[in-house]
């Protein structure tokens, strides 16, 4: 019999609050990199947007078709942790070097958004750890002292 953890893993991705978190993710990345292309805003800015909007769309991908189970080499959500790490610090400068100087509102927009991907991230960053926490310890349980007598 399945235990509920399980059950509850079984769920499809696209019903989940992560699920959630990464298509908003996705949809605030795009459009602070659409904001980025119409201002003609510095090609950095283009670029680490476009990069980070193709990593989220690939993490999404995966875990829709179930590819995280079928790809066991890795450990996708540490994966996916590190990701979050590294989009927000590079959203964050971005954003932050978008809004400093005096440029076009649209720039200005693209910053605000890639500041408003920054809080998604972390979110996301938030839920995949608690993931990873409470994620199934049986190859690390402790064995019983009777355990050890019938082995």
Avoid: H
């Avoid at 602070?32 to 947007?49: C, H, N």
């Avoid at 590819?67 to 590079?90: C, K």
């Amino acid at each position: 019999m399945e235990s509920p953890q399980e059950v509850v893993e079984e769920t499809a991705f696209c019903c989940t609050l992560k699920c959630f978190v990464k298509m908003l993710r996705l949809v605030v990345n795009v459009a602070s990199m659409i904001l980025f292309i119409k201002a003609q805003a510095p090609e950095p800015y283009i670029v680490i947007t476009g990069f980070e909007v193709t990593i989220i769309f690939c993490f999404i991908v995966l875990y829709t078709c179930r590819l995280d189970m079928i790809l066991r080499a890795f450990f996708w959500p540490l994966f996916d942790v590190i990701n979050s790490m590294v989009t927000t610090l590079s959203m964050l400068i971005v954003s932050v070097l978008a809004l400093i100087p005096e440029t076009s509102t649209m720039t200005i927009l693209g910053g605000v958004f890639g500041l408003l991907t920054v809080t998604c991230t972390i979110a996301d960053c938030a839920l995949m750890c608690q993931k990873l926490r409470l994620r199934s310890r049986k190859p690390y349980q402790k064995q019983s002292a009777e355990d050890i007598d019938e082995g």
